[in-house]
């Protein structure tokens, strides 16, 4: 009796997430929908974060919905990634008064980024939400996976050469669709989209001269500044995928995170993006609301 009470629970739980991250997810990485202001936009602690960090530009950031193009783009990862190493380029559309002119080296000698044709870099042209994700998988070292998609409504829409990466983002979380179950792999990528995109809720922590890489929320990393002093409470995520680590201001926080990981189907990344939405009193608040009201 008390198994079937707990599973229950669990499944009530489970539910109550899927419908809560999946506004979290759809709004918080791709939105179908977005504000006109950047003040009111869900982008903003992104867009910070990059501006921060030097990835972008404070004019780029400013505006948010416009797409991205591919230069802007080598742009951002070229930083974000710490790639600086100069060759040479066999485009004609690429001159060395271009301001892009570097970053295209970089990129193109760096293998992340080939040509739209042999002779031709199109560096104004602007990028798709597949490139992107399969640039990024490429640079994140994801392994494309097999067997079809069942993620996105419309996944066979996916192109053959992005379908693998799109796949491996999708199930581990790094990706999401649109509120009505659409990757929409063609439509351009916008400043926004690939500030969330690079700049997940990651910090880097100096422990007595070690480096460390944490995913936290990102109510906590609004509380963080470069060079102070912090204790973060940490939580060692091992799976086939890797090993990972995430950090929490608070311990509420860590413990609605493991909470939240114990359920079936929700894993750190999903988890992760709740609290970056939802205080843990909140999320607790909704949970218990949701069980009380069906038992």
């Not at 869900?42 to 530009?57: C, E, H, I, N, S």
């Not at 780029?60 to 951002?76: G, L, Y």
Request: hydrophobic share 40%.
């Amino acid at each position: 009796m008390h198994t079937q009470s707990g599973n229950t629970s669990k499944q009530r739980l489970h539910r109550l997430l899927s419908l809560l991250l999946a506004v979290v997810m759809v709004v918080g990485m791709f939105p179908a929908v977005v504000p006109s202001s950047r003040a009111d936009s869900w982008a903003t602690p992104y867009l910070d974060k990059m501006v921060g960090w030097g990835f972008m530009r404070a004019d780029q950031a400013a505006d948010h919905n416009r797409a991205m193009t591919r230069a802007e783009f080598m742009a951002v990862i070229n930083r974000a990634y710490g790639y600086d190493q100069v060759g040479e380029i066999p485009f004609t559309d690429v001159r060395p008064s271009d301001w892009f002119y570097e970053d295209v080296c970089i990129a193109y000698n760096a293998r992340y980024m080939a040509g739209t044709s042999e002779t031709t870099a199109s560096p104004n042209s602007t990028l798709t939400r597949e490139q992107a994700v399969v640039i990024l998988g490429h640079n994140m070292m994801l392994e494309e996976a097999s067997g079809e998609n069942l993620n996105f409504t419309d996944a066979r829409s996916i192109s053959d050469w992005s379908r693998g990466l799109v796949k491996t983002a999708s199930d581990q979380y790094i990706i999401n669709g649109y509120a009505d179950g659409s990757f929409r792999p063609k439509s351009q990528v916008t400043r926004g989209e690939v500030a969330a995109l690079v700049a997940p809720s990651t910090v880097y922590l100096d422990v007595n001269g070690v480096g460390y890489g944490l995913a936290m929320p990102g109510g906590d990393l609004s509380r963080l500044s470069v060079g102070e002093s912090v204790r973060v409470l940490t939580y060692l995520a091992v799976s086939e995928n890797g090993i990972a680590l995430y950090g929490f201001l608070s311990e509420d926080e860590k413990v609605m995170f493991e909470k939240l990981i114990a359920v079936s189907g929700v894993g750190p990344k999903v988890a992760l993006a709740a609290l970056s939405t939802f205080a843990p009193r909140e999320l607790a608040d909704a949970i218990a609301a949701s069980v009380h009201s069906k038992t």
